[in-house]
């Protein structure tokens, strides 16, 4: 018996592989919406922000908001960077060979540390935090800096616009109403031992992201093994058309430390769902 | 699907007009005298051909015709490049006047309706030049259908993608005799295979571009698709599979060969450059061996650019900074006029000879 590809043929295959295809991607994300989200965070238009249109961009119809998040970093040359998103204080040596990585060889030995350079990331589950314990500790930081340089100032009589003492003072402002409150905390494989740790569903996003680690070395300094957490997946989140009112009525950005204090202008119900991809359930805000 | 390919009728309409030409200087110096009943009994049988193929594939039945038909091969895949992006683009400005629901819909039905619109006119036109705009903007509205549901649904980006991508324009390449989709099908497949071979080694998918190694599993498959599966009916779609393999080894290869630190290979960055400088001589030479073996033109010529590549890139290493400028590009010419003569030589003893498949 032969068989003959006939038009007939051709076109159902056609139409059957666009729907196939729609139906499976559609399916995902029913799966990733069912039942109870994994977590449900309130963020505001501190930790997300509407990202300026250039070029091309510019014709990009939708909105969509990208996540702003940070961590606490022991390098006190990033310490009062609002948005950085450099070396995590915990993502240590064991926290490294937790996610897969080979940190067997000693950081001194130069070909240890070529093979080191060369590891390439690696998918991990990151712990989002929102106003917690690491937005406290970065809330301390600063007003200790602020306290300091205060103090210096006061001493040097340097406290006008563009001194250590006056900036310190603006990032403390900033910390306080402005910068984003959402720190990554954490990182692991595994999403029950991560929410047995981290269980408050309101306050911790498990997301997929991926970490890269690298050889820290430097004049004066111990050399060891690090990373930093190179991607939060899905960090920017798809507006619907029922909530964009109360975004994009809101200004475009919070009005950073000055003579007036802005606050946010929207809050955004964002869910996280069982593959971790989130989805904004409510909107409200808008001045 | 057609029997023969349009590709291939042209071929034939070419090699009738040149088989015409060749016989009547024949007849004319007196080397073969026809009947005037054999040589009509061609000339019916030649026009019946051309009229079959100018009806049913709207051929080009002489040199000005096929002149013109260029131009318009190439107005069609410039054409269909833009109408692609215009798609593109019209989906991102007006994206958000609609609900989520009706995005879903506009986003399925585009691609659906596009795909039905190329059958219909592939089925009503024998030139295949505005199938090829229609099949390029069902491509083009199936990307942004999937990519545009991901976007929208903030769905985790998979390497998954690729699959349907490349079946579909694997699909109308092979229904339409497209050799640009068939392209575009390939490009999807190697990005593909590269990232599976990528996720084996631990790494996140779409690092598969750090390691150049990734690639290599996807040029032997693709070398061996033209062999296993026969292509005789779509003309130019071996040479495609055979270029774009040669391209998925060389290209990694090449690069391995001056930077080793990106190699999966636990060596001295050094080991690993001679390594793949060495593989790089051999393997280049050897595809122009077996292309002039197999009389695949395009597969010597592939193994001709790069073997001259990797040559003049070790040139460029030792010389570069000790040679005066003249005597460096003087190097370079000779090894060319060098490269020519051995060619040649070979080529007149015979020893790329063999028989044509």
């Known amino acids: ?287 | 699907m057609p029997e023969p390919s349009r590709t291939a009728a042209q071929q034939r309409a070419d090699e009738i007009r040149v088989f015409a030409e060749e016989l009547a200087r024949l007849e004319r110096e007196g080397v073969v005298a026809l009947t005037p009943a054999q040589r009509d009994a061609i000339a019916a049988h030649h026009r019946g051909l051309l009229s079959r193929f100018a009806q049913d594939f709207d051929i080009d039945r002489d040199t000005r015709a096929k002149q013109l038909s260029l131009g318009m091969r190439i107005a069609s895949f410039l054409g269909a490049l833009a109408l692609a992006a215009s798609v593109f683009f019209l989906f991102r400005q007006f994206w958000d006047r609609f609900s989520t629901a009706a995005q879903v819909v506009v986003l399925v039905g585009a691609a659906l309706g596009t795909y039905g619109a190329t059958l219909w006119i592939q089925g009503r036109e024998s030139s295949g030049y505005f199938t090829k705009l229609a099949a390029m903007v069902a491509f083009a509205c199936f990307v942004i259908n999937i990519s545009l549901l991901g976007q929208i649904f903030n769905i985790t980006p998979s390497d998954k993608a690729l699959i349907p991508w490349a079946a579909f324009a694997l699909l109308l390449a092979y229904t339409c005799d497209l050799r640009l989709l068939l392209a575009a099908g390939i490009l999807c497949i190697i990005a593909w295979i590269s990232a599976r071979t990528g996720t084996f080694s631990g790494m996140y998918w779409l690092h598969f571009g750090e390691r150049p190694e990734n690639f290599f599993p996807a040029a032997v498959i693709l070398f061996l698709v033209p062999q296993l599966i026969p292509h005789g009916r779509f003309t130019g779609f071996g040479p495609i599979y055979r270029v774009f393999a040669l391209l998925t080894l060389f290209l990694p290869m090449l690069i391995l060969a001056n930077w080793g630190q990106v190699s999966y290979l636990d060596f001295e960055e050094d080991a690993i450059e001679g390594i793949y400088q060495v593989m790089g001589f051999a393997l280049s030479a050897g595809a122009i061996w077996l292309g002039a073996r197999r009389h695949w033109g395009e597969v010597v010529n592939t193994g001709s650019v790069f073997f001259v590549i990797f040559l003049y890139t070790k040139f460029f290493d030792w010389w570069w900074d000790v040679m005066p400028k003249y005597l460096f590009f003087l190097v370079l010419g000779l090894t060319a006029v060098l490269l020519l003569v051995i060619m040649r030589r070979l080529r007149a003893k015979g020893l790329f000879g063999g028989t044509a498949r």
């Open chain 1, 1 to 287: 018996m032969t068989l003959t590809w006939s038009r007939r043929h051709t076109l159902i295959a056609g139409l059957a592989l666009i729907a196939l295809t729609n139906a499976i991607a559609l399916g995902g994300v029913a799966y990733n919406r069912s039942g109870e989200p994994e977590s449900v965070l309130k963020l505001t238009q501190r930790e997300l922000w509407q990202p300026h249109g250039y070029g091309l961009d510019r014709e990009e119809g939708g909105l969509q908001l990208s996540v702003r998040w940070r961590v606490l970093t022991a390098d006190p040359a990033m310490a009062f960077y609002a948005d950085h998103q450099g070396t995590p204080e915990w993502l240590d040596e064991a926290k490294l060979a937790s996610l897969g990585f080979d940190v067997s060889q000693p950081p001194a030995a130069r070909r240890a540390s070529w093979r080191y350079d060369r590891q390439l990331p690696k998918e991990a589950l990151v712990v989002l935090e929102l106003d917690g314990p690491a937005r406290q500790k970065a809330l301390e930081r600063a007003r200790e800096r602020a306290a300091k340089e205060a103090a210096k100032g006061a001493e040097t009589g340097k406290t006008g616009p563009g001194t250590p003492a006056q900036e310190a003072a603006v990032f403390l402002k900033n910390e306080e109403t402005a910068n984003s409150r959402l720190f990554a905390v954490d990182a692991g494989p595994d999403a029950q031992a991560l929410r047995a740790k981290y269980s408050d569903r309101t306050r911790y996003a498990i997301v997929q992201g991926k970490v890269r680690p690298y050889h820290q070395s430097g004049r004066g300094k111990e050399a060891r093994w690090t990373g930093y957490i190179e991607v939060i997946e899905n960090a920017r989140v798809n507006v619907p058309l029922e909530f964009r009112k109360a975004v994009e009525s809101a200004p475009r950005s919070i009005p950073m430390a000055g003579p007036t204090d802005g606050g946010p202008g929207f809050e955004v119900r964002v869910a996280f769902g069982k593959r971790f991809e989130p989805w904004i359930t409510a909107a409200s805000g808008g001045r």
